[in-house]
């Protein structure tokens, strides 16, 4: 046997006792093992350390204060709560609400975005320059500044019940709050329920089947228009078909407030347009950047084939600049459900408000909730980074 092949097996992993030291996989998955067994030890000490405090101050630990009486009141809820209902109650009131007014943003700030950002690329001169003080404006100044202007400034100088602005009939809006008749479904209802998912269905169906008739002839189809008409009409027909079951329960004015009727809070209005229109700022300025990245050349060659400017934006121009808007956009999405956060400010009864506020505050367990609502927070952007993720790979080219 040679010298070099036998300093090759040392290499290797093999002769003296201490060759596996210079092998760099075999060293990396140690000092691996190392690193984590030194955190889970710092995590270990860590648990036992916070546990001999509360111990040491008396303060129970566990998850069986969920199951006790909450004792307060909660402003907005989605799902029947009153104050005998258990702090395992409160929470899911806190996290319904967190999740209507993240998820109700997040649609309106993705369309006035979008909208802002292509308005910042118009040739007319007056929509460009609202455009751009707009994005200018609302993103230099901190969003809970933005918040107390909506819920001080705007919403509480409204006028009294007694004085409410009606801007249609039966809708009332005063220092209390949106005011809307409350719709009571009679036996049959539920069919118009039914019409419209079917509707929603057949709308997409639709529009999968434009798709890929275009791609296959090169023949258009109104899908967008088709799509309407049967969301409109479909539940319509319904709604006439099973004799009207539907009434509308208007708000009377009893004393100094309404009764009866849906009442949207001001402070769910003042969280609502503050996190929608901070966050479509950001969102207009990466849609922008993503129009420009895409080559002009393309442009051009949608004008030589006769497309008009809608059509070459809507089918040529938007389609590649998804695949440049929806990784920072993903990123617009997770900041406005964490800044909902701000809610606290302002009063909305949202998960931070009501379960890492006032629970915590009440029964002590600072750690256990502080926990959970942090574990929450995670869960929900890790599903919107999945759901992102997916449909960027969906827009992504794909290689021939």
Known sequence: MTPASSAEREQAGGGSGTSWFY???????????????????????????AKIN?????????????SERAGFDVSQSLVSYTNDSSYSRAFIVGLLNTLLVASIGIVIATVLGFIVGIARLSKNFLIRQIATWY??????????????????????????PRQSLEPVPGVFLNNRGLILPEVIGQPGSSAILWALLAAIAASIGISRWARKRQQETGRQFPSVI?????????????????GMPVELAYAELAGFNFRGGVV????????????????????????????LAVSHGQTEAAYSLGLRPRRTLQLVIIPQAMRVIIPPL????????????????????DLVAVFAGTVLNQTGQAVEVIIITMLVYLTLSLLTSGFMNWYNSRMALVER
Not at 226 to 242: C, D, H, N, R, S
Not at 271 to 291: N, S
Request: hydrophobic share 60%; net charge positive; aromatic share 12%.
């Open 54 to 66: 509360l111990e040491r101050a008396g303060i129970a630990s566990g998850l069986g204060f969920l």
């Open 135 to 160: 994005v200018e404006l609302l993103r230099n100044i901190p969003l809970l500044l933005q918040l107390l202007f909506w819920y001080k400034a705007v919403l509480s100088v409204l006028p009294s």
């Open 23 to 49: 092998n760099p996989r075999v060293r990396g998955v140690v000092f691996q093992v190392l690193v984590v067994a030194f955190l889970l030890g710092m995590l270990a000490f860590f648990a036992y350390n």
């Open 226 to 242: 088709a799509g309407l008409g049967l969301i409109v009409g479909l539940p319509l027909l319904a709604y006439l078909v099973t």
């Open 330 to 349: 993903t990123s617009q999405f997770l900041n406005l459900t964490k800044n909902s956060s701000l809610a606290v400010a302002i009063g909305y009864p």
């Open 264 to 291: 949207v809070i001001p402070e769910f209005m003042a969280l609502l347009l503050g996190l929608a229109l901070y966050t479509a700022a950001f969102i207009a300025e990466i849609v922008r950047a993503g129009i």
